[in-house]
């Protein structure tokens, strides 16, 4: 009967009332820690101080436990704040004014632009189609020419195209095409480059032309 504190740090060989009980692989730093200690003496507590030694180690497996489930709790509480963070980002305007209502011009927007002359006005279709037909004061530029004609001098767009060059700040740009999609494209084409004031008339020629006629 006996007990004994290996150099590997285990507890070994405790016998009481004819019962063994066997303590294998505890940590290093817990015997420095002095939550397991030799005592002087075992003559009349051995049964309760091994029960107090199994007592502290399930104590502090528990403390550890609940250490590194509170600090996973802690980082995915951070990733949801940032996920959070992001997506709002991304969704623009909130508060009751959608990024569509931003960068959108309505029918009746587009004609007070006009009648005060305070725009730019930009048609994305091809040649053909703004020959057919288009809005009054509409510069046609193609949408596949778009890009490097936004990326021209100022004084290159305007020898090119007659009229002054657009600034990244301008709030009077307009895209047009003939349904909304291309003048949608264009638009997002523009604020790449820096024009992220531009808007586009999503009802197209299509729609001028229905208003214009009734």
């Known amino acids: 009967m006996g007990f004994r504190v290996s150099g590997l740090y285990h507890v070994s060989d405790v016998t009481s009332n004819k019962r063994s009980f066997r303590l294998t692989h505890i940590a290093q730093p817990m015997m420095r820690s002095g939550v397991f200690?030799?005592?002087q003496s075992w003559q009349s507590t051995r049964t309760p101080a091994v029960f107090t030694m199994i007592s502290s180690l399930l104590s502090y497996s528990l403390c550890a436990a609940v250490t590194a489930v509170t600090q996973g709790s802690h980082c995915a509480a951070h990733s949801s704040l940032r996920a959070f963070?992001?997506?709002t980002a991304q969704r623009g305007p909130q508060c009751g004014h959608s990024a569509d209502s931003v960068s959108v011009v309505t029918h009746l927007q587009l004609k007070n632009?006009?009648?005060t002359g305070d725009i730019q006005l930009f048609d994305v279709r091809n040649p053909e189609e703004?020959?057919?037909g288009h809005i009054l004061k509409?510069?046609?530029i193609p949408l596949s020419n778009l890009e490097e004609s936004l990326k021209l001098s100022p004084e290159h767009f305007e020898q090119k195209f007659r009229v002054k060059a657009p600034e990244k700040d301008d709030t009077n740009i307009v895209f047009q095409c003939r349904s909304g999609r291309?003048?949608?494209t264009a638009l997002e084409i523009a604020n790449q480059l820096g024009f992220t004031r531009a808007r586009h008339y999503k009802g197209g020629y299509i729609e001028w032309v229905e208003?214009?006629?009734k």
Do not use: W
Request: glycine share 0%.
């Open 138 to 140: 509409a510069i046609n």
């Open 130 to 132: 703004y020959e057919a």
């Open 211 to 213: 208003r214009e006629e």
């Open 85 to 87: 963070i992001t997506s």
């Open 37 to 39: 200690r030799q005592p």
């Open 113 to 115: 632009m006009l009648s």
């Open 182 to 184: 291309r003048s949608a």
